[in-house]
């Protein structure tokens, strides 16, 4: 069983933590070796399965976000990425949802008396070790894919990460400004949703070097090989949106053989997490599950989706779903702990399971 994931965000973290919790409730017994590969962590050896069926290997392969990337006071920062290896590594800071747990600013503090980077984006200091051994890899001449391999093979996360791209893909916002010439002006992503949390009316989002950008070697791979695609209830704008945009994905995932589920970022016209209530309107789509499920559409009409995961809440919009194409399903989205995104990307595998593969 091969279960490729489309990821982004704090979100994408906790729902890629419960597939590979459910990964191994379902095929229980690790292979031994590291966190890549055949005798990796990644891998489950044959066994039962709690279904009853015949046990077998899985993996898990995360194609993770990276449009939210930036250079800042001289180094190269995933934000994304970093979210995923922390949480997969159980080092993430629970508390605030985002960094490493225990950590000290204080070369932040050093920084903001220089007067550099950002004084309202602050760079923890184990976090700023992550950053400073990425950039000095990528100085020697590493890909950003190469750099992700190298950073996860620090601990055993039972998954891949693998960029979507190794082209920069900054994500940039245009907002309206009277006092810039054109009475508009851009500013990077991380400026718009951090520093002004998003209240600046954004009028369209800007993925830079779209044009050359190509997926990072393996992306396509664990598409068209996968058993089961999923799509994380990430930003469908800034997250999915940004994996999706980039040459070759979306062709990847229309063609691919596996079934495509996504799970809404939505329950009850309200976004789980984050500020996707911010972006969708600047793409006509409005903040629930059912229209971010028609805007991904149907792959049996040219979309992307098979099947399609709504929290109970939204099980009005099932019967308008099924008529546009997407088989729905109505489960609780809710993640409040490991158990609840286990079950949550059970019901996904499931769904998945009893789709097979796509007839057209």
Not at 57 to 69: F, L, P, Q
Request: aromatic share 6%; hydrophobic share 40%; with cysteine.
């Amino acid at each position: 069983m091969k279960i490729t994931v489309l990821a982004g965000g704090v979100g994408g973290a906790r729902f890629v933590r419960g597939v590979r919790e459910e990964v191994r409730r379902r095929w229980p017994e690790p292979a031994s070796g590291d966190a890549h590969g055949g005798e990796g962590g990644e891998g489950r050896t044959a066994g039962d399965r709690p279904d009853g069926r015949d046990g077998g290997e899985a993996s898990v392969t995360v194609i993770v976000n990276t449009g939210d990337d930036l250079w800042l006071a001289g180094v190269r920062l995933m934000p994304d990425f970093d979210s995923l290896l922390y949480s997969l590594a159980g080092v993430n800071d629970t508390e605030r949802g985002w960094g490493r747990a225990g950590e000290t600013e204080r070369v932040a503090a050093e920084l903001r008396e220089w007067g550099v980077g950002w004084p309202w984006f602050t760079l923890g200091d184990l976090d700023l070790g992550t950053h400073l051994a990425r950039t000095s890899w990528l100085r020697e001449g590493e890909t950003p894919s190469q750099v992700a391999e190298r950073l996860q093979g620090r601990w055993p996360l039972g998954v891949r990460l693998i960029p979507a791209t190794d082209t920069e893909v900054d994500t940039h916002v245009l907002v309206a400004d009277p006092d810039a010439p054109g009475g508009e002006r851009e500013l990077h992503f991380q400026e718009w949703w951090t520093r002004h949390r998003a209240m600046l009316p954004a009028r369209a989002f800007r993925q830079r070097n779209l044009d050359a950008a190509r997926p990072a070697p393996g992306v396509v791979e664990a598409i068209i090989e996968a058993d089961l695609v999923l799509f994380a209830p990430s930003n469908p704008v800034v997250s999915i949106g940004t994996i999706l945009s980039i040459p070759g994905i979306r062709e990847a995932i229309a063609t691919t053989q596996a079934p495509v589920v996504g799970l809404s970022p939505i329950i009850g016209g309200k976004v789980v997490r984050g500020m996707a209530d911010a972006c969708l309107p600047v793409i006509g789509v409005e903040t629930s599950a059912e229209a971010v499920g028609r805007h991904y559409g149907a792959r049996s009409r040219g979309g992307l989706l098979d099947g399609w995961l709504v929290d109970e809440t939204d099980a009005p919009a099932l019967a308008p779903l099924e008529g546009a194409g997407v088989v729905a399903r109505a489960v609780p989205l809710w993640m409040r702990d490991l158990a609840t995104s286990s079950a949550l990307a059970g019901a996904a595998i499931d769904l998945g399971v009893a789709l097979g593969r796509p007839t057209s």
